[in-house]
C-alpha cells in the first residue's frame, strides 16, 4: 500500500517539474513580445541593455553567466543590472559560493513592478506640467525680446519695466505658443499611459 502511494507521489512529481518548464517557455515568450517592456527598458539602458535584459527573460541568472553567453565584460553586465534595479525592472538575491567566499547575483525581471514604477513617474512628470501650465496660464509675462527671461507682471513693474539682464525695456510677452506646447505635452502623456 505505502509502495503504491510513494509511486504516484513521483508521478506527481514529474507532471509538476513538466508543468513548470512549460510556463517557463510560455512566459519567456510572452516577455520577449511585451513591447512595453521593452520599449521602458531602451529608455533606462539601450538598446545593448535591453539585449542583456533578454537573457533574464524567463529565467533567474547570475550576472557573470550572462557576461559568459554575451561575450561582454561581466562589468557592462553589471552596470546595465544596476540602473535597471534602480528603476525597479529587476530584482536579485545572493548567494554565497562556498568555495570561493565570494557572493554570486542571480538577477530576475519583474515586468509587473517596471511598469507600474514607470507609470508613477509619468504621472509626476504630467503632475509638473500641469503645474506649469497652470502659471503660464494665469501668468502676464514681460520680456526684452533679447533671448532674456520673461518676468511676471510683479517682476517687471518692481523693475521698472527693464530687463534686469540687458536694460532694454520689457514688453508684454505672449506665451500662447508655450501654453500649446504643454497642452500638447500632456495630452500626449496621458494618451501614452493608457498603453502602460
Ligand atoms: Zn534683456
Not at 22 to 31: D, F, H, R, V
Amino acid at each position: 500500500m505505502s509502495k503504491k502511494v510513494s509511486k504516484n507521489k513521483k508521478v506527481i512529481k514529474k507532471k509538476v517539474a513538466k508543468k513548470r518548464v512549460k510556463i517557463k517557455k510560455k512566459s519567456k515568450q510572452k516577455l520577449l513580445n511585451d513591447v512595453v517592456l521593452k520599449e521602458i527598458i531602451i529608455r533606462i539602458a539601450g538598446e545593448r541593455g535591453y539585449e542583456i535584459a533578454k537573457e533574464l527573460m524567463g529565467n533567474e541568472i547570475a550576472d557573470e553567466e550572462i557576461a559568459k553567453r554575451m561575450g561582454i565584460r561581466v562589468n557592462l553586465v553589471r552596470k546595465v543590472l544596476y540602473e535597471l534595479y534602480e528603476n525597479r525592472v529587476v530584482s536579485y538575491h545572493r548567494v554565497r559560493d562556498e568555495h570561493s567566499g565570494w557572493y554570486v547575483y542571480y538577477w530576475r525581471i519583474e515586468p509587473e513592478r517596471a511598469r507600474e514604477y514607470f507609470k508613477h513617474n509619468k504621472r509626476l512628470l504630467i503632475q509638473k506640467l500641469e503645474d506649469r501650465l497652470d502659471t503660464e496660464r494665469s501668468t502676464s509675462f514681460f520680456n526684452c525680446g533679447n533671448g532674456d527671461l520673461k518676468l511676471p507682471f510683479e517682476l517687471a513693474a518692481e523693475n521698472d519695466f527693464k530687463c534686469p539682464r540687458c536694460g532694454d525695456k520689457l514688453e508684454p510677452y505672449d506665451n500662447s505658443g508655450v501654453v500649446i506646447a504643454l497642452e500638447r505635452q500632456i495630452e500626449s502623456l496621458r494618451h501614452h499611459l493608457v498603453e502602460y
